[in-house]
């Protein structure tokens, strides 16, 4: 089992940046895929970015470039570096777990709010 916090949401300006990160308990974080999605109101869930147990992140075409991923195993954290902030990254934010060794279990957090707005 494993249990995910987020922290680090809130109201930003267009161009500003924010720092999300997710606090992962339970065993064996390191063999967790961890992942970041997102919610707007009215549209579906959508990945944002992506982080395997080998450290290679991957990104959604549209935050390329403006968003980074990371993930510390020693400490069972990931975090999204969030810059260059436009409106329509406003969403609430999911981080994820995701195990696919052995068998597969999945784990979400309970989101926090960015928004973006002048």
């Known amino acids: 089992q494993v249990q995910l916090v987020e922290s680090g949401g809130g109201l930003v300006q267009p161009g500003g940046s924010l720092r999300l990160s997710c606090a992962a308990s339970g065993s064996a974080f390191n063999i967790y895929t961890m992942g970041w999605f997102r919610q707007a109101p009215g549209k579906q869930r959508e990945l944002v970015a992506r982080?395997?147990?080998?450290?290679?992140?991957n990104y959604a075409d549209s935050v390329k470039g403006r968003f980074t991923i990371s993930r510390d195993n020693a400490k069972n954290t990931v975090t999204l570096q969030m810059s260059s902030l436009k409106p329509e990254d406003t969403a609430v934010y999911y981080c994820?777990?995701?195990?696919?060794?052995?068998?597969?279990?999945?784990?979400w957090g309970q989101g926090t709010q960015v928004t973006v707005s002048a």
């Open positions: 982080i395997s147990t080998g450290d290679s992140p």
């Open positions: 994820n777990a995701l195990r696919t060794w052995l068998y597969r279990s999945e784990y």
